[in-house]
């Protein structure tokens, strides 16, 4: 009965603002095909770190299944390293689905996160939440290609947090505080490096709409469930996570990548065409917003209170885009064990920098036209992607066939020699044989357990009952050539190998190593019984 009540107030609903809800389905559309449909083409997905995301998460979900040997080589860490929340997520599909289409639908929901990260952080400036479609031109830059996927889901959720919070001080309700705190928590478990901005975000924005609101009490109670958790966390937190950043510089000559880690993840020309199209679409649509915002006169008859929300809005918007541009300008490319730090800073500053965008015309059938625009701005970046990710599922697919000879449970050693074959400008071969741990469980060579700065890490090899891979130097999934058989390959009873020429010679050290089989660039080798 109550959710035929909901369908019945939304048919409602429709049928008093027609244009409103054609203009919802439109970005619902736009939605679908932009982040759905790379994922659907593929099996594989073209981010470097899928795969470590697939494992770690069919790690969390077979953890007690002794079959799959999780437990004699990890400790789950969901609270000193809490990146848990595509985990969580992932491992809850893959009780009903397969590991890797578990792994994509929780991808999805995280790029998601974007545009409905935008459409709550507009729906709380008293925009229409409809502008939040423009979030879809970030889901596929570069960060996503790197398989940064808890960060993009956290900018999202950064978003909201603003959103909520500005909704919270313009009217409050117990719901909407409800909601500002759990998405506070929820973000610490996607990324508890981007809390202490959201955090700052929310007072920042209290104390610059004080003149428009005179509150500031509406959103203090929701601080401090989410404060005292990551206060615990920030006395507990692993050395792992305690980078030294060392002295910061302002660096001004990074403004000229900033197209360039913008919108750069794949080799293909089309990719650029169509960012510099979404770009040049943009800006007409702004001035247009612009021009009818001024031309419709609806600036005037404000109240006092109306322009200092206005300007409130503005400014919360430039400072939180500002802070991050400042982060890109001065922090360092590595902190601790985290790489490629800067660069996300400039996706953080512009992706928050889209709420300067006006607000709909009030109009319904320009709210339809401006939603059409904008929708037509993000396609083209979704049909380059999708073509560049078929390629690669044909390109992977001897990947599948060899994959499918690795026994349950194998000790499987990987060596990434060969890394043609994709338009990625990052390699989305690295870490392929992932995907095999996610499916059947086992042992890895190389593992981002071995770092200390994941949900999952390796149990210390004294432990009674522990079966760990030796330990290997760091970046070690990048130098296949430093491998030696007899010193690096003890451990492991089957080898994958993805080279162009045939790899025996790295094997035959080890007479009990023989080729098992070979599809494509992909060599499959096996451990068998010395005969006597």
Request: proline share 8%.
């Given at each position: 009965?109550?959710?035929?009540?909901?369908?019945?107030?939304?048919?409602?609903?429709?049928?008093?603002?027609?244009?409103?809800?054609?203009?919802?389905?439109?970005?619902?559309?736009?939605?679908?095909?932009?982040?759905?449909?790379?994922?659907?083409?593929?099996?594989?997905?073209?981010?470097?770190?899928?795969?470590?995301?697939?494992?770690?998460?069919?790690?969390?979900?077979?953890?007690?299944?002794?079959?799959?040997?999780?437990?004699?080589?990890?400790?789950?860490?969901?609270?000193?390293?809490?990146?848990?929340?595509?985990?969580?997520?992932?491992?809850?599909?893959?009780?009903?689905?397969?590991?890797?289409?578990?792994?994509?639908?929780?991808?999805?929901?995280?790029?998601?996160?974007?545009?409905?990260?935008?459409?709550?952080?507009?729906?709380?400036?008293?925009?229409?939440?409809?502008?939040?479609?423009?979030?879809?031109?970030?889901?596929?830059?570069?960060?996503?290609?790197?398989?940064?996927?808890?960060?993009?889901?956290?900018?999202?959720?950064?978003?909201?947090?603003?959103?909520?919070?500005?909704?919270?001080?313009?009217?409050?309700?117990?719901?909407?505080?409800?909601?500002?705190?759990?998405?506070?928590?929820?973000?610490?478990?996607?990324?508890?490096?981007?809390?202490?901005?959201?955090?700052?975000?929310?007072?920042?924005?209290?104390?610059?709409?004080?003149?428009?609101?005179?509150?500031?009490?509406?959103?203090?109670?929701?601080?401090?469930?989410?404060?005292?958790?990551?206060?615990?966390?920030?006395?507990?937190?692993?050395?792992?996570?305690?980078?030294?950043?060392?002295?910061?510089?302002?660096?001004?000559?990074?403004?000229?990548?900033?197209?360039?880690l913008l919108y750069r993840s794949l080799r293909d020309p089309a990719e650029q065409v169509a960012a510099t199209w979404a770009w040049d679409v943009l800006k007409v649509t702004a001035l247009g917003l612009a021009a009818l915002f001024a031309v419709q006169g609806r600036?005037?008859?404000?109240?006092?209170?109306?322009?200092?929300?206005?300007?409130?809005?503005?400014?919360?918007?430039?400072?939180?885009?500002?802070?991050?541009?400042?982060?890109?300008?001065?922090?360092?490319?590595?902190?601790?064990?985290?790489?490629?730090?800067?660069?996300?800073?400039?996706?953080?500053?512009?992706?928050?920098?889209?709420?300067?965008?006006?607000?709909?015309?009030?109009?319904?059938?320009?709210?339809?036209?401006?939603?059409?625009?904008?929708?037509?701005?993000?396609?083209?970046?979704?049909?380059?992607?999708?073509?560049?990710?078929?390629?690669?599922?044909?390109?992977?697919?001897?990947?599948?066939?060899?994959?499918?000879?690795?026994?349950?449970?194998?000790?499987?050693?990987?060596?990434?020699?060969?890394?043609?074959?994709?338009?990625?400008?990052?390699?989305?071969?690295?870490?392929?044989?992932?995907?095999?741990?996610?499916?059947?469980?086992?042992?890895?060579?190389?593992?981002?357990?071995?770092?200390?700065?994941?949900?999952?890490?390796?149990?210390?090899p004294g432990e009674p009952g522990a079966v760990v891979p030796p330990k290997t130097p760091l970046r070690w999934e990048w130098t296949p050539h430093k491998f030696r058989v007899k010193k690096h390959g003890r451990f492991f009873d089957w080898f994958l190998v993805r080279?162009?020429?045939?790899?025996?010679?790295?094997?035959?050290?080890?007479?009990?190593?023989?080729?098992?089989?070979?599809?494509?660039?992909?060599?499959?080798?096996?451990?068998?019984?010395?005969?006597?």
């Amino acid at each position: 009965m109550l959710q035929s009540s909901r369908i019945q107030r939304w048919l409602r609903w429709g049928r008093r603002k027609p244009f409103d809800a054609l203009a919802g389905v439109l970005v619902l559309a736009a939605c679908g095909y932009v982040i759905i449909g790379p994922l659907v083409v593929a099996r594989y997905p073209m981010m470097t770190d899928l795969p470590f995301h697939a494992a770690n998460a069919s790690i969390l979900r077979n953890y007690w299944n002794e079959s799959w040997h999780f437990g004699e080589q990890f400790v789950l860490q969901p609270f000193a390293v809490p990146y848990m929340s595509m985990y969580v997520i992932a491992a809850a599909l893959m009780v009903v689905m397969p590991a890797v289409t578990a792994v994509k639908v929780a991808a999805a929901i995280m790029l998601a996160l974007l545009p409905a990260g935008l459409a709550v952080m507009f729906w709380g400036m008293r925009k229409s939440p409809l502008l939040g479609v423009v979030g879809l031109g970030f889901v596929w830059c570069g960060l996503t290609g790197w398989g940064f996927l808890n960060f993009m889901g956290a900018l999202g959720l950064f978003a909201m947090v603003v959103g909520l919070a500005l909704r919270q001080l313009d009217r409050p309700s117990t719901v909407v505080g409800g909601l500002l705190s759990g998405l506070l928590i929820l973000l610490f478990f996607t990324h508890p490096f981007r809390f202490p901005f959201a955090l700052a975000a929310v007072v920042a924005s209290a104390v610059v709409l004080y003149p428009a609101t005179r509150r500031w009490r509406p959103v203090l109670v929701p601080l401090l469930p989410p404060v005292v958790l990551f206060a615990i966390w920030w006395w507990l937190r692993p050395p792992a996570l305690a980078g030294e950043m060392g002295p910061l510089q302002l660096h001004l000559d990074r403004m000229d990548q900033v197209g360039r880690l913008l919108y750069r993840s794949l080799r293909d020309p089309a990719e650029q065409v169509a960012a510099t199209w979404a770009w040049d679409v943009l800006k007409v649509t702004a001035l247009g917003l612009a021009a009818l915002f001024a031309v419709q006169g609806r600036l005037s008859g404000r109240r006092r209170r109306d322009w200092a929300w206005g300007a409130g809005v503005i400014v919360v918007t430039l400072g939180c885009a500002g802070v991050f541009l400042v982060l890109y300008l001065v922090l360092p490319m590595q902190i601790g064990l985290w790489w490629y730090v800067y660069p996300r800073e400039i996706t953080s500053a512009a992706f928050v920098g889209l709420g300067l965008l006006p607000d709909l015309p009030r109009q319904g059938v320009l709210r339809v036209a401006i939603v059409a625009a904008l929708c037509w701005m993000v396609v083209p970046l979704g049909s380059v992607v999708i073509d560049n990710y078929r390629k690669f599922d044909d390109v992977t697919r001897d990947f599948t066939a060899i994959a499918d000879q690795v026994p349950q449970a194998p000790k499987l050693c990987y060596l990434i020699f060969d890394h043609s074959g994709s338009t990625a400008i990052n390699t989305p071969f690295i870490h392929l044989p992932a995907y095999v741990q996610a499916d059947r469980g086992g042992w890895l060579s190389f593992h981002f357990a071995t770092w200390g700065a994941s949900p999952i890490v390796y149990r210390s090899p004294g432990e009674p009952g522990a079966v760990v891979p030796p330990k290997t130097p760091l970046r070690w999934e990048w130098t296949p050539h430093k491998f030696r058989v007899k010193k690096h390959g003890r451990f492991f009873d089957w080898f994958l190998v993805r080279h162009r020429r045939n790899p025996s010679r790295y094997f035959r050290a080890d007479p009990t190593i023989e080729l098992a089989a070979q599809q494509g660039t992909w060599w499959l080798y096996r451990r068998v019984p010395q005969r006597r």
